[in-house]
């Protein structure tokens, strides 16, 4: 789902096609070209103008007027006031006059607004007043102060106005509107004083702020008022606000607790973290705690040196802030003391800080400092400090973590190997294959081969990654050196390096032998897949046999081949399969594989005891997936295996299943499907109208498999394409066959994510390239249902997210049809 | 326009990054919220938050269902002026909680108006966003409110002022800040892991769609209850009735209704920058257009581009420094250089809302500032302003982020504001 992006996208095709052409030829550029082409010449701009007042003067339509009002409002001159003054009273074209008005940096404009608003009445009144309060227009206080009198919207217009607008006189009205405003209109006041106090703030009027605020903290203001009027005295007074948040985070009312505290990071004023610190050793610790906890989310350094001495606080909750803190103010000079806290290990909370402070502390100088407190720290400590380095990507520190990898303590060299995974570069690669050549024991040896092979993987050439490891296998004969490089290769897995791994079968060393096989057996892809057919046919032995049907097992289950293939592969293992334990492997295969096929091969051992709770499970599973296509047969294999099983789970199944059937309900649930399609260098909005060959005629070569139906249990009939196919910024194509017994009219109700197209009997119905989730029913289209067989073709974009669809078939009554059946198959 | 007191950047860093949060839960008593003040027979407001929406679109059924998700909260009331909407709203959540509790409301006077509300989401149309905020600030409650916050710098002005003047929690959703991947690509920025940063970019939607001022042919009005024509068109220019304004894909091509394609993608990217560079209390202060883009620069020296595409997917970010670079787009695609830069784990991609809500939920208990609050998110939405404004006039601007004008230019600063229509106020 690519919810809200694409929309904007979609208003210009939107636009063109719901609306249609003649419709579309109606869309009105901006005024924009003629207000920038007018700006370099004076007369160009008068007579723009001009004209405009004449349309506003004049019998123009209302569209004429307001692309009119539109211009004015960017460059109208006092010359356009009159014009606008005489519409500002009309309730139809009051708003537009004030949508030019309002902005303009002209008195005259004040003037008008103040004229219009005598002669005005009812919102025309009120949209006045908001205009005069937006452009604090000082005069119109006078004018104002009565309509606090009026109703209770006017009153609200006025007071806020005022409360803008902030003069003397408006003060004093204000004033008396807090002291003796009824019940219903303290909120106005309230509102109005809070504004006008925070004129005063940006006035620099600290005293006047200051005064209004004091006032509305009083208990009888709203809880919202007082903490407005508690944040803004501290911003009028910051003088007093140490002793007032430290009061106040003392104090018993937790919201304005919690209010005081979120504020100490964003307080304002000379030397306030640094008086803050200063009032740290006097404090309770739990309000020492708080403290710091906010010191350091202000991100201010005045106050290190005092956090850095509650990193030594007695109290065991003050130390933990401290070197909470320090991880935001700290410097290098931090290091020693939160190495040291690591090393000192008072409390998993507190090592964790110290490590996350570690961590994150910012400086150029840091890497160095703690590379320094590494070398001269004990095992567990250096192998802290070792792990910090690489969660900081200190790559600098590389050539210092090659030694400790080189010798010590394991725990310490298995540290830096995985940070040397981490950091080291591809011009370390052969640093760190030497390493693993050069290993003696296997201690460390798997973390050492995750880091060759991660630094390797990092050489941009890839075909320069495993001659580097093939270098090393020929020029040593030390066993374990040489199925270490083994395993490496696995992680390359290129064709050189397969081949590698490949002739090492023959290898005259048992142990790289069996290394070579294991990890052919491992092999990532089904580049292996042949030669481990190959192997299995060919091996008696029971172990190697199991480990590489394992393998081939794996191997066919990620494969992209057609579902045909595999069933046929299963077919022939299930026939060599010398007893139950290798049978149920491919049972396990074949549970996976949504084909019909694949059910006929497990239905025989449904019937066989030893295998008989795979089979069902496996049957199951592919009963499940293939639901949709044969739901009749489905159900009742479904049916068969709840009544027969001995195996609760497989019971449990069974009947999740039957459920999950239940809930399909009437949508249809029998498709094909086929893609994805990408276009290469295209953007999302392109695959719209990009005919890939499903929409092509007679196009080969296109391979239809069978649409699984969704695992979700609430909503088995939304198809995950995602699931099915995977991917973003791609297309994908669903088809089915209905059929009618007569000629009939139906509704296609459907949802899709993201956009997408719909055919019926090959003419395109539907056309959106809107992304976002799919809703069930959101798109309606009626058709005609031809007597016979009628074929539907859905296209369904993917952009990111989520990428499914759902679809169902009703009359356009909203019932469904009689006499239609569903296949998911080309009809005969 | 007033300013913001100060930054904030820190602290939500810190607290992100810490426990902070949880100490300060524990040192303090009990955290509650508006509506505990007023009881009326509440349980306590701390175990639960209680919430309503307002304008329930595809965008409000997502991030509402992931809200209902979290076991501390419980969605009580949908509004909306589409009938058809509030319904599918109202049977959503419902459907969530197995009964028929949920309210629909037409008025959000109404909705706004319940004591057991603590806090709504706001998912309107864009041009929206800042009103309904507005108001559910005086009505007491805190919002998560869907960006972009604003069409115009005036607005979202406001609504930072009305939050800080009611001490309100606000989330914006831009929620890639608290989606992995993002998170990731600011954190190396912020922490000087690309060394001095240079330039950052910032992807549009699509340059092909420009927007338009169309006025449409009249078509009768629905009836009040089934689509309240006035209502939705709230503080816009009043014009008759069409059914396609209502249709996302035209009115977020509109100029009354929206920021355009530098909106809608700029007030994820534009903000990720922003963030990245430490300037949730500032904007660039100089803007002009290169080809199709636009170039903008900071007072730190800072660079940032509007263009697109970046990357391989959508709605991407690049942030290059001295000594480094990345790339992160929501299709899971993100790139480092130098390589050592790369993240450990699997960061997966798109840019689902969870984090971000939880954020949210967090700050509603603790009154902290979220992790996209108001004043960022007005920090960040205008210089997506800016950036349309310096293409609609043809010329470079310069802005002051003191004053919040454009210096030297009237016709510019007279497109930071849009009067609203009668009887609408900010």
Known sequence: MQANKWFLALGVLAGLWIIGPAAAQEKVATCDEEIAASRANPQALADLEKRCIQVLQGDSTPEQKDRAGRILRVIGSPDSIPALAALLREEDTSHLARYVLEPMPYPQADQALRQGLAQASGDVRLGIIHSLGVRQDPEAAAVLIPLLQGSDLEAAAAAWALGRIATPPAARALADLRAAAPPKRRAIAAEASLIEAEQYLARGQMDQAARVYQQLQSSNWPEPVRIGAFVGYLQARPDEAVPIVLRTISGADATMRAVAIDNISTLQGEGIAKRFAAELPKLPAATQVILIDALAARGDRAALAEVTAAAASTDAAVRTAAIRALSVIGDETSVPVLAGALAAGASPTETQAAYAALQRLSGNRVDEAIVRSMKAAETATRTELIMVLSDRRAARAVPDLLAEAAAGDDAVREAAFRALAELAEPQHAANVVRLLVELRGDAVRADAERTVSAVVRRIENQSDQTPLLRGAFDSTRDSQARCSLLRVLKAIGDRQAFDLVRNAIQDQDAAVRDTALRTLADWPDEMALDALLAIYRETAEQTPRVMVLRGIVRLLNQTQRPTTETVQTCDLLLQRARDAGETKLVLACLAKVADPAALKLVEPCLERPDVQAEAQLAALQIAGAIGGADLQASRALAMRIQESTRNPANRRQAQELLQRFERLGDYLVAWQVAGPYLKPDGDYIDLLDSPFPPEEKNADGISWRLLPLS?????????????????????????????????????????????????????????????????????????????????????????????????????????????????????? | MSRSPGKRVNRREFLRGTAATAATLVAAPTIITSSALGANGRPPASERIVMGNIGYGGRASGVLDVFMAQPDVQVVGVCDVKQQRRELGKKAVDNKYGNRDCQAYLDLFEILARDDIDAMLVATGDYWHSLAACLTARAGKDMYCEKPLSVVIAESRAVADTMRRFGRVFQCGTQRRSVDQFVFAMDLARRGLLGELKTLYAETAPAWLEPYETRLPAEPEPAREEFWWDRWLGPALWRPYNHQYASRGFWSGHWDFSGGSITEWGSHTVDLCQFANDADDTSPVEYWQEGPDVHAHYANGIKLVLTQPIGQGSCGVRFEGTEGWVEVDDSGHLEVHPKSLRPRRGLGKGYPVDN??????DCVKTRQQTVADAEGAHRSITACHAANICKRLGRPLRWDPAKEEFIGDDQANRMRTRAYRQPWRL
């Not at chain 1, 459907?750 to 003419?763: C, I, L, M, Q």
């Not at chain 1, 952009?799 to 909203?814: I, N, Q, S, V």
Request: overall charge neutral.
């Open chain 2, 356 to 361: 971000h809500v939880r954020n949210f939920l």
């Open chain 1, 711 to 828: 695992d979700k249990a609430e909503r088995p009939w939304m198809f995950d394409l995602q699931a099915a196919l995977g991917g973003n910024t791609r297309a994908a194509y669903a088809r089915t066959w209905i059929h009618s017994d007569t000629e009939q009219p139906a509704r296609l109700l459907f949802g899709t994510d993201d956009g997408g197209k719909v055919w019926f009997n090959e003419k395109v119905v539907h056309r959106d390239g809107a992304g976002g989730a799919a809703v069930p029913d959101e798109h309606q289209v009626d058709v005609t249902l031809q007597a016979g067989w009628n074929t539907l073709v859905l296209k369904v974009l993917q952009d990111t997210g989520p990428w499914e669809f759902c679809l169902r078939l009703r009359t356009p009554a909203g019932q469904p049809p009689t006499g239609v059946r569903v296949q998911a198959q080309p009809p005969q």
